[in-house]
């Protein structure tokens, strides 16, 4: 039988996974985590909005009625790719020794993680929002920044509690710094005793000269309006220098000397690089890899030298038809995924298919407020509402099971009627 090998349960190793259905192969999914993460929504987590199990499904669910596929839970340390298989290892040691698994075709899509530029050791103050354990660090920060505003009696102090800052205003940064306002001009009003939420200043930073810089200029005008109505400061043109322990230091465009703001909320959302293993994966191939730590891999998104190797998603850089590298969103990962499934059904058939990969920008979107959205598609744009109501809808039908899109559904309904957030815990050490 022939053997696929599919590394990481994200869309698109789940996609490809999913769509081996009805294919005279055995697929072996291996992931460190058991579910399935729609992580367009995490910062819906990180803000209190929903709650950590309406946005993930279990992969064994997922696939219980799929026959040709098995779940293995472990982590990938190693690839041998001239004896064609990888190594797992138990995510306990003292679980055993890991086990090589062999392959006829490898589909790596390990994903991608939060990047400081050089500086790692801002992560300690300045987390970024890539897992449930992100998100869920995230709320604690926010939540428990208005709790220290409350028994603060120096009003320095208490400023100090109220100020928040994200780093990035890309889609991520744009709807945590839009869901934090809410929290505090509209959530959290009337709830304290001593502090008032409404005082606090949510601080935007973009080195970019404008908000949703991948958006057209004028949707970004009205992400820009949007967030100013939420209470939001957006810094254009200003840059990170420095992040400690109660301050994080920018530097504007046009301005001699950095700016020292204080603060002890500092989410970060300014930029990705590629897993870990991205890197393995380029040094066992010789292949190249992008400032990113992506690999540049061919038009059939196979690896230079290896056809039988295929990666996929956040962790590789495949260019658009204008030279462009195409963006790490669900879209591209979902269609990369359908393609890739589509030639291991050709390969197994005995045929050779030659259609290299391309993508179908089918539009974007992000979402600022309350019925407040931009979206994008093709040369349409639409914003306010409208881009509100197609930005629910397209989320609801992405998200993997009928359970959890009628929770979230739910959720979003009963949070809009009485403007409340149902899991706004704090939770962990």
Known sequence: MYRVVVIGGGFGGLRATRDLRRAAVEITLVDRRNFHLFQPLLYQVAT??????????PLRAVLR???NARVVLGRVSDVDLSARRVRVDPLVPDEGEGTWLGYDTLVVATGARHAYFGHDEWEQWAPGLKSIEDALAIRRRVLSAFEAAEVADDPAVRREWLTFVVVG???TGVELAGQI?????DTLRGDFRSADPRQAEVILVEAADRALPTFASGLSAHAAAALAALGVQLRRDCRVVGVEE????????????????ATHTVVWAAGVQASSFARRLAEASGASTDAQGRIRVEDDLSLPGHPEVFAIGDMASVADGNGHSLPGVAPVAIQQGAYVARQIRSRVAGRHDAARFRYRDKGSLATIGRAKAVAQVGPVQVWGLAAWVMWLLVHLLYLVGFQNRLFVMMRWGFSFVTRGRGARLITGD
């Open 65 to 67: 009625r799929q026959r």
């Open 48 to 57: 209190g909005a929903l709650s950590p199990g309406e946005i993930a499904t």
């Open 246 to 261: 109660g301050a994080v230091h920018v530097h504007s465009a046009g301005e001699s000397d950095p700016e020292r703001i």
């Open 181 to 185: 306002a809410e929290i505090a001009h």
């Open 169 to 171: 205003a890309g889609p």
